[in-house]
């Protein structure tokens, strides 16, 4: 059993059933024994877009540097990265974003990572690029509130998906909060013995759901996302948000793990295992108040092919050898393809007043 097992059924042996979200923060970011505490599982447990190919990262800069462009290339705005993962996505955002006269003068760097093994491999992912395309040192913030004045541009891919979820089940009695507890040694799932708090909110297309639906609420999420777009409505930007999930709110149990690869069971080992949900991106675009618009989400494949991917693949392959050419296909394949990562991935942009994010 894991030590983090063990304070799992400690803390619901002494206060009761435990919420599917408090076991999903207990489980990814518990401070000695989290997930994401512990350990630099990219490229062994899961593979994301930016680790698939430079392309990624590089499209996404070109993104950030046209909302630049579109927002008057102000001498001083901030680029944040939520949840940077290996630093990959920023780097070659960094490195195609740097053709754009003034635009690395102007950038403050701030990337949001509570993961200290992480922080360090993003730090020596950033260092050479930032020295050599002359942008100012990163700094690290581990939440939103951190964020500097100004402008911001953010992006967050894979992100939103590791935000503890509350999962609530119809039952005979009505709906009940999801919940994690101890039954017959080992840890299962059971609903709340006590009614859904009158404060939480489902959706009124639920009414009737029949017994054994489940839902998901992702409140760490939306308060995220709402504070960045009240940052972006006083002070100008966009955010760019990529991830899998889904663009209207629906029921359903998306509630995954995720090791070496392989779907695991979720209570499984916890701690060891990548726990994520699908991401509910009405929910995202609904934080979206005056003074910014939420653009109707796309496909990262649509996403991707708009910005350019199949004419930035041409260039790569100038040169290339007949194995590497053929890399590079299959790169733009996963990326964009519908029966790999095209289309289960989505892509939000949440912008200031009038600007027109590119690939929308
Ligand atoms: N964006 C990266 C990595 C995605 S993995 C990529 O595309 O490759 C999820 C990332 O979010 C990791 O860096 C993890 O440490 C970070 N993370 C998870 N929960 C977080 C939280 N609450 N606040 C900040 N970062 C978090």
Not at 5 to 34: C, K, N, W, Y
Not at 70 to 93: H, K, W, Y
Not at 201 to 212: E, I, N, T
Request: hydrophobic share 40%.
């Amino acid at each position: 059993m894991s030590d983090l097992s063990t304070i799992i059924r400690d803390e619901i042996s002494e206060t009761g059933p435990m919420p599917v979200a408090r076991f999903m923060a207990l489980a990814l970011g518990h401070p000695q024994h989290g997930y994401y505490t512990t350990s630099d599982p990219l490229g062994t447990d899961f593979t994301t877009s930016p680790e698939i190919s430079q392309m990624f990262g590089e499209l996404v800069g070109a993104w950030a540097a046209d909302v630049w462009h579109q927002i008057g290339s102000p001498v001083a705005f901030t680029l944040v990265e939520l949840g940077p993962g290996r630093g990959t996505l920023m780097a070659d955002a960094l490195r195609a974003a740097s053709g754009q006269p003034g635009f690395a003068k102007a950038a403050r760097i701030q990337m949001v990572e509570t993961s200290p093994v992480l922080s360090r491999v993003q730090q020596a992912t950033l260092a050479p690029i930032t020295e050599k395309f002359g942008y100012a040192e990163p700094e690290w913030i581990s939440s939103v509130d951190q964020l500097a004045d100004g402008p911001l541009i953010i992006i967050a891919n894979e992100f939103f998906d590791a935000l503890p979820i509350h999962q609530f089940i119809k039952t005979e009695k009505g709906w009940r909060e999801q919940c994690v507890v101890e039954s017959e040694g080992e840890l299962a799932f059971a609903p709340s013995p006590t009614p859904v708090p009158g404060g939480v909110m489902l959706a009124p297309s639920l009414k009737d759901a029949p017994v054994g639906t489940i839902t998901e609420t992702c409140q760490a999420g939306t308060a995220i996302m709402s504070e960045l777009c009240q940052r972006i409505a006083n002070t100008s930007g966009a955010a760019l948000i990529i991830d899998y999930g889904y663009t209207r709110s629906a029921a359903g149990d998306t509630l995954q793990a995720m090791r070496k690869g392989k779907f695991v069971p979720v209570l499984e080992n916890p701690g060891k295992a990548d726990l994520t949900a699908h991401v509910d991106f009405q929910a995202l675009a609904e934080c979206a108040g005056e003074g910014t618009t939420a653009h109707p989400a796309t496909t990262q494949g649509q996403f991707l092919i708009q910005l350019g991917i199949v004419q930035r693949a041409a260039m790569l392959k100038q040169g290339a050898t007949p194995d590497q050419t053929e890399a590079i296909d299959e790169d733009v394949r996963r990326l964009t393809d519908d029966d790999a990562m095209g289309t289960l991935f989505k892509v939000l942009a949440i912008t200031a007043g009038r600007i027109d994010p590119a690939g929308f």
